[in-house]
């Protein structure tokens, strides 16, 4: 499905022609990059899924404060400060892609895909180097000591 | 595709829950890594078992305040700041069983299409799918009982 939209070809070549054809390297480039964008959109949705199953059950702890404050213990073990990183990353990601599809799909932006492309990948850096923060520094100050790290905007 | 007449609206659906969803995660990562008062979990490693991470003073004044003077900044009461709040429990708790019910649509309905993908055989199909809807339907049970019995 996602394939449809983003490797849509241009409208000058759209009537019959298909992708495999043309062989211009910049029709080319995109098709690659959009079967990555699409696949790490699957890989990510999948993995957000599972997140959120092992959330919702660890959540039951809500009842009991003793288990809840275990739970969330664990959740500042070096281990998870990593993985905290990585859900991160994953959600960013496939958030604003998912944004780009929407605005492709809703606006009809496809003549501006590439612009919107890199906007939405400076935007999501921007997300994980600034909601990330939190977890680089703990983990550099677990590891380095504490006062090494500087704490900046937090 | 397998058929089905709702699969325009449901694509539709899907778009719409998706977009919710970025405002909604926003606002959950901000209220649990983010706010000095509120945020469940702190910029701090914990190594030793059983440890308890330390909160901010803010955190600690704000627990005091709605809690009483001898309770402590665990992260149980600094949730509790929020889910237990004579005002704002409800507005809370409407918010999470709102993103409940939104992830866990966006995100069966998307596991759903991926499992589509690669279950060729019609039976299989029907199999995959009412196993994940019934999954789904657990988890939200659970969900729902979590997020509206916290604090009584
Ligand atoms: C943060 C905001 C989110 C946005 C804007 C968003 C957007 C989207 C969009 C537009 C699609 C459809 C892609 C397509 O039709 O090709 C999609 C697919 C999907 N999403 Fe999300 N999503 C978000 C969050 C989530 C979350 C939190 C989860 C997991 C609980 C999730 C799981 C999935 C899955 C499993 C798919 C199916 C992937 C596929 O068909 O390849 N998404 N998302
Ligand atoms: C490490 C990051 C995260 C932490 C520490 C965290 C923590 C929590 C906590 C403490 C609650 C209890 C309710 C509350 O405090 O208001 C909660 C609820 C919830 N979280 Fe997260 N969360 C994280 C990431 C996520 C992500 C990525 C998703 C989406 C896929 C998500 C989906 C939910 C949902 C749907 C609820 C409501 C659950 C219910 O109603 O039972 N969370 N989270």
Redesign the interface.
Known sequence: ?AVDTQDRPAATTAENGPTAEQDSRFQRYRIRTGMFAWIMH?LT??G??VY??IH??G?????D?ET??????K????IF?VG?FAL?VA?AYH?MN??R??LI??LGWSPKQKRLFVTLGAVTALIILV?GW?SI???G??LFGPGTMP?LF? | MAASKSNALNWFLH?IT??F??FM?ITH?WVQ??DHQVA????????EK????DYPDAAKEGVKAKMGNDVEA????V?MQR?ADPVYAVLWKGFNILF?IV??HH??Y??N??LTDYIRDPMGRLVARSLSWT?ALG?LI??L???I??GW
């Open positions: 499905m699957r949705g999948v957000l899924v959120l199953i919702i059950w959540l039951k702890s809500l009842s404060p809840f404050n275990a739970l969330i213990a959740y500042h073990s070096p400060k905290e991160l959600v958030a998912g944004l599809i929407v799909d809703f909601g939190p520094y703990s983990l100050e677990w704490s937090l | 778009r998706g977009t969803l970025i995660l990562f890594h983010y469940s979990v702190t910029h701090e490693v914990v190594t059983g440890e308890m991470p665990t992260p149980y009461n949730v889910l409940l992830a866990l995100g069966f998307g596991l299409n991926v999954v988890l659970i969900g009982y979590s997020v019995t916290a």
